[in-house]
């Protein structure tokens, strides 16, 4: 989905390196979420932020951290990299005019290797 | 506790033939119902939706999706599938309740296979 952008699309990290993956979006949506995916578990969610002061822990937030740079903008960090953060990183994000309606909109993905 | 159920890891179905992908969820309050689809290497991309109304809803590419209160199922359905259907489908819940209303809960996906 060319309005929500991830980089890098793949990555290859050691144990106890720092990553950053970052996501921007043209649709103007103040909304925009972290997931990832691993197979077998579909998407969990590891943060989101309903606005650029609004920083709200997911499911499984332990090991990461996050950045509202700008409305447009969310990127999510890595302090220390473990081999059981290998998975596929999804950004999203929805629009806060209808509430409750919302439907996501992700990003094609970042996928990590940690060693 | 809220959570949502895909109870098949794997769908197969000759093209041209009916299709079934199955959801069944557990929310404290009204659901929001949604339905993904991710092609390889992509991102997930949104089907359909149940807010509230017809209790069948009709999304992109033909699919439908039936809305089941007493059952609390949202199967995914398609009358005639084709091979570009084969894809990896996500249900999605939405717990429209004070306590979670922010949360998003996704099933661990269904593989579809649709052979020629």
């Known amino acids: 989905d060319a309005d929500v952008t991830q980089t890098p699309r793949n990555r290859i990290t050691k144990t106890g390196k720092r990553i950053m993956l970052e996501c921007s979006q043209t649709?103007?949506?103040?909304?925009m979420y972290w997931y990832r995916q691993d197979p077998g578990l579909g998407l969990r969610l590891i943060y989101y932020?309903?606005?650029?002061?609004?920083?709200n822990k997911g499911e499984i937030s332990d090991g990461y951290s996050v950045s509202r740079q700008a409305q447009a903008k969310f990127s999510l960090s890595l302090e220390s990299a473990i081999p059981n953060q290998t998975a596929l990183y999804f950004c999203?994000?929805?629009?806060?005019?209808?509430?409750?309606?919302?439907?996501?909109?992700f990003g094609p993905g970042t996928r990590l290797l940690v060693l | 506790a809220q959570s949502v159920a895909q109870p098949e890891d794997q769908v197969n179905v000759a093209e041209g033939n009916p299709l079934t992908v199955k959801c069944t969820y557990s929310v404290s309050g009204n659901p929001y119902l949604f339905w993904y689809v991710q092609y390889p290497n992509r991102g997930l991309q949104f089907l359909l939706k149940?807010?509230?109304?017809?209790?069948l809803v009709k999304g992109s590419y033909g699919f439908e999706a039936e809305f089941n209160k007493s059952q609390t199922s949202f199967h995914l359905k398609k009358p005639s599938a084709l091979v570009s259907d084969s894809a990896l489908y996500f249900c999605a819940v939405r717990d429209y309740s004070r306590n979670n209303f922010n949360k998003f809960y996704f099933g661990s996906g269904t593989k579809l296979n649709v052979k020629p």
């Open positions: 649709k103007g949506h103040d909304r």
């Open positions: 932020s309903f606005d650029v002061k609004d920083i």
């Open positions: 149940y807010i509230t109304g017809d209790n």
């Open positions: 999203a994000t929805s629009d806060f005019r209808s509430p409750g309606h919302e439907t996501q909109y």
